[in-house]
């Protein structure tokens, strides 16, 4: 099943994709704030910025994203990971999330962190295997936010 998921970096022909996906949890969960609603229709402006985003792909069709974003000269913010409700349990995000670790290490990052909320059970439990910790952080810009974690990269 997984072999049929490819992850690509972004270009602008996702960029609905992104903002779909992500507005979808979002809505799910939470509410839209003006820094989602930003973020979501300029992702451009993560990667002007030094950030990546990327895109996995099943039969050609965007199934989920992620982002990082690029906070100081080593540290990148990990964000905005959705997958497809449709999509879900495949490992998807769990491909995103290494592909993006993998890169950041190819671009130089000591530290990734991400802001989280501890009622995504299965996003905290991936973000755990995948050897984040919880750390306290300062707030954060989004009102969702109850958990902080990082992982420093070797």
């Given at each position: 099943?997984?072999?049929?998921?490819?992850?690509?970096?972004?270009?602008?022909?996702?960029?609905?994709?992104?903002?779909?996906l992500?507005?979808?949890?979002?809505?799910?969960?939470?509410?839209?704030?003006?820094?989602?609603?930003?973020?979501?229709?300029?992702?451009?402006?993560?990667?002007?910025?030094?950030?990546?985003?990327?895109?996995?792909?099943?039969?050609?069709?965007?199934?989920?994203?992620?982002?990082?974003?690029?906070?100081?000269?080593?540290?990148?913010?990990?964000?905005?990971?959705a997958?497809?409700?449709?999509?879900?349990?495949?490992?998807?995000?769990?491909?995103?999330?290494?592909?993006?670790?993998?890169?950041?290490k190819?671009?130089?990052a000591?530290?990734?962190?991400?802001?989280g909320?501890?009622?995504?059970?299965?996003?905290?439990?991936?973000?755990?295997?995948?050897?984040?910790?919880?750390?306290?952080?300062?707030?954060?810009?989004?009102?969702?936010?109850?958990?902080?974690?990082?992982?420093?990269?070797?």
């Amino acid at each position: 099943m997984m072999s049929e998921i490819d992850i690509v970096e972004y270009s602008p022909s996702y960029q609905l994709s992104f903002k779909e996906l992500n507005e979808a949890w979002i809505q799910k969960y939470f509410e839209l704030e003006e820094e989602d609603i930003s973020t979501l229709n300029h992702p451009e402006k993560i990667i002007a910025q030094g950030g990546l985003i990327f895109v996995a792909l099943k039969d050609n069709e965007a199934v989920g994203v992620c982002a990082l974003r690029k906070m100081s000269v080593d540290t990148y913010e990990f964000s905005k990971m959705a997958v497809s409700e449709n999509f879900q349990g495949l490992g998807i995000g769990r491909k995103l999330a290494a592909s993006a670790i993998d890169k950041a290490k190819q671009v130089g990052a000591k530290r990734i962190y991400l802001e989280g909320n501890t009622k995504l059970e299965a996003s905290i439990h991936l973000y755990k295997k995948l050897g984040f910790k919880e750390i306290s952080g300062p707030p954060s810009k989004y009102k969702r936010v109850n958990i902080v974690m990082e992982m420093f990269l070797s």
